[in-house]
């Protein structure tokens, strides 16, 4: 018996597709201009566009990452709660087509990013020219999209199709496919966070650098999911469709994975200074001398102290704006975590915030948002037809 009647609910963004598209369009320009426009201008010219660029794609990798992650285990594990709330998030993981285009810069500017680039008269780095070069470092990022890329569409495709046909073997047929995806999945993650982040200091290494970039990615995800979800909602869409009980479960993940990444930031950290190795203390006492070490404490409270004394009650998860507002303040935190990563190996001796990071960060979530829209726009923002969906829509929490 269905609990309600998804037809009588907005779920198709056709009438306002070409509005969104418009704004977003317009935020990318603005953006990406205006901080070409003041790098160029004395800001600290590409070197200084491209180190603020490098993290706000990241940023955007890890939320479409960390969406795959929530697919996959979604059919893995056969979950009925997030029916109702997947087809966003897989809009979301299938934007990773997108991002892929936006890593053109990071592979065309990887000689101003990456001292391995040139490795002459530092024979530590000259050692690791097997791995670290020009060449496989680019077939390894496409290799990565390609998987992340094959996995999402997938997915999406097999999730669409459903819509039309309603036939319950294409369920079956993403769960089987969930398992290997997931192995397959974990190891993209791990090695493009070496890749992408950790290389950038060629002299250092930390075996779960990897799983801390996949904690910080689902951290992302389930802080995106309440913010677009709410805005749908008070745009008139799936109001009835998506409840208190749906923003409630996606609270308590993103408080579960916020102290998560807690305890892998904790791990990483206790274990190199238990270790007391010159060759890996040298990457935190970067970040703990100078503008770097304010930025650490920042990063300390904001991420986790704040955000677990916000969440721990189960009234904020109930309550959308309340989730909202913590939900925005994580994705700020997400970003500067990722700024706390890269930015100290390109500007060490100070932390060179400015209008052009919140510009380059607008710009590229312009298209990213312009990118989530072209998927999103002919399709229902339900899966109509998922075996599954009346469980979704009487879900409530114990």
């Known amino acids: 018996m269905t609990y309600l009647d998804i037809t009588s609910e907005p779920r198709h963004l056709d009438e306002v597709a070409g509005r969104?598209?418009?704004?977003?369009?317009?935020?990318?320009?603005?953006?990406?201009?205006?901080?070409?426009?003041?790098?160029?201008?004395?800001?600290?010219?590409?070197?200084?566009?491209?180190?603020?660029?490098?993290?706000?794609?990241?940023?955007?990798?890890?939320?479409?990452l960390g969406a795959l992650f929530f697919v996959l285990l979604q059919h893995l594990t056969r979950a009925g709660w997030s029916v109702v709330v997947r087809r966003l998030a897989e809009g979301l993981a299938t934007n990773v087509?997108?991002?892929?285009?936006?890593?053109?810069?990071?592979?065309?500017?990887?000689?101003?990013?990456?001292?391995?680039?040139?490795?002459?008269?530092?024979?530590?780095?000259?050692?690791?020219?097997?791995?670290?070069?020009?060449g496989f470092f680019t077939v390894r990022l496409i290799f990565y999209f390609v998987v992340w890329g094959g996995l999402a569409l997938l997915m999406w495709r097999g999730s669409v199709a459903q819509d039309a046909s309603g036939d319950p073997r294409l369920t079956r047929r993403l769960e089987r496919l969930s398992a290997p995806g997931m192995v397959l999945f974990a190891l993209t993650i791990n090695f493009a966070a070496f890749d992408l982040l950790m290389s950038l200091d060629p002299h250092w290494f930390s075996t779960i650098f990897g799983v801390y970039y996949f904690s910080s990615s689902v951290v992302c995800f389930f802080a995106a999911m309440p913010i677009l979800l709410y805005g749908l909602q008070r745009a008139g869409y799936l109001r009835r469709v998506v409840?208190?009980?749906?923003?409630?479960?996606?609270?308590?993940?993103?408080?579960?994975?916020?102290?998560?990444?807690?305890?892998?930031?904790?791990?990483?950290?206790?274990?190199?200074?238990?270790?007391?190795?010159?060759?890996?203390?040298g990457w935190f006492l970067k970040r703990q001398t100078g503008d770097w070490l304010a930025v650490s404490i920042v990063l300390i409270v904001g991420h986790f102290v704040i955000p677990f004394l916000a969440l721990i009650s189960r009234y904020p998860k109930r309550r959308p704006a309340l989730l909202v507002a913590a939900a925005s303040w994580m994705l700020v935190m997400h970003w500067v975590d990722l700024y706390w990563l890269a930015m100290p190996e390109l500007s060490p001796d100070k932390a060179p915030l400015g209008p052009i990071d919140a510009l380059c960060f607008l710009g590229l979530g312009g298209l990213f948002s312009l990118g989530l829209v072209l998927w999103l726009r002919r399709h229902s923002l339900v899966p109509e037809k998922d075996p599954r969906l009346d469980e979704s829509l009487a879900f409530e929490n114990a």
């Open 243 to 281: 409840t208190a009980e749906h923003y409630h479960d996606l609270g308590k993940l993103l408080y579960a994975f916020i102290v998560f990444w807690a305890y892998i930031a904790f791990s990483q950290y206790m274990l190199i200074w238990y270790g007391n190795l010159p060759e890996e203390t």
């Open 20 to 64: 969104l598209l418009l704004i977003t369009g317009v935020v990318a320009v603005v953006g990406l201009g205006g901080a070409a426009a003041l790098a160029m201008a004395g800001g600290g010219g590409v070197d200084r566009l491209l180190g603020t660029y490098l993290v706000s794609f990241t940023f955007y990798l890890s939320l479409s």
């Open 97 to 134: 087509w997108l991002v892929a285009l936006l890593g053109v810069p990071v592979v065309l500017g990887m000689g101003r990013l990456y001292h391995w680039t040139h490795p002459e008269g530092d024979p530590l780095i000259m050692s690791k020219s097997a791995f670290l070069n020009p």
